[in-house]
T-cell receptor
Framework: EAGVVQSPRYKIIEKKQPVAFWCNPI?????LYWYRQNLGQGPELLIR????????DSQLPKDRFSAERLKGVDSTLKIQPAELGDSAVYLC???????????????FGPGTRLTVL | AQSVTQPDIHITVSEGASLELRCNYS??????LFWYVQSPGQGLQLLLK??????LVQGIKGFEAEFKRSQSSFNLRKPSVHWSDAAEYFC???????????FGKGTMLLVSP
């Protein structure tokens, strides 16, 4: 079974340019996450989707970041315009959440490394 | 709010020696605790997790971790380190009811010959 797929793996852009990242979660997983990992830091959640609905986007800088998950499957994360401080690895993860109080394992993609010049 | 502290930024261990990576967490209820490993250019791979029950949990690649509630710790151990274990290790905490993880800043493990 394929894991979480992300593209591109690497992206170099100049500041003020737009950029978009794509994520294809594991088939059947209803929950999708976007994390940002700055150099020397752990991943930090940007947004979490349950199916098509963004249920936690409190850490998403909404002035320049946007995300969508059409049809509850693939997702795209966009930055417009990019700033120097946006250089980081953007990780996508997915899980199958069945509700209740249990925890559901997240599976991570390889990430997209963004460099803003 | 939950938080995770990994006090060691870098650790160097000789191949064949034992390893212990420290993790302390802050959370008001019983946490869900995890250790992930990240090799260069790779995503995060789950090594092991603690939800409840036996406080000593076994994971993949010969790793184990012990949950100590009194110390708010979840340290990762391995009795004999291999060169291929060189990577960055992240401790994370999750809350019951939803799956969002809070990660520590990571510990980079270097393995010397």
């Amino acid at each position: 079974e394929a894991g979480v797929v992300q593209s591109p793996r690497y992206k170099i852009i100049e500041k003020k340019q737009p950029v978009a990242f794509w994520c294809n979660p594991i088939s059947g997983h209803n929950t999708l996450y976007w994390y940002r990992q700055n150099l020397g830091q752990g991943p930090e959640l940007l947004i979490r989707y349950e199916n098509e609905e963004a249920v936690d986007d409190s850490q998403l800088p909404k002035d320049r970041f946007s995300a969508e998950r059409l049809k509850g499957v693939d997702s795209t994360l966009k930055i417009q315009p990019a700033e120097l401080g946006d250089s980081a690895v953007y990780l996508c993860a997915s899980s199958l959440d069945l509700g209740g109080s249990s925890y559901n394992e997240q599976f991570f993609g390889p990430g997209t490394r963004l460099t803003v010049l | 709010a939950q938080s995770v502290t990994q006090p060691d930024i870098h650790i160097t261990v000789s191949e064949g020696a034992s390893l212990e990576l420290r993790c302390n967490y802050s959370y008001g209820a019983t946490p869900y605790l995890f250790w992930y490993v990240q090799s260069p250019g790779q995503g995060l791979q789950l090594l092991l997790k603690y939800f409840s029950g036996d406080t000593l949990v076994q994971g993949i690649k010969g790793f184990e971790a012990e949950f100590k509630r009194s110390q708010s710790s979840f340290n990762l151990r391995k009795p004999s380190v291999h060169w291929s274990d060189a990577a960055e290790y992240f401790c994370a905490v999750g809350a019951a009811g939803y799956s969002t993880l809070t990660f520590g800043k990571g510990t980079m493990l270097l393995v010397s010959p």
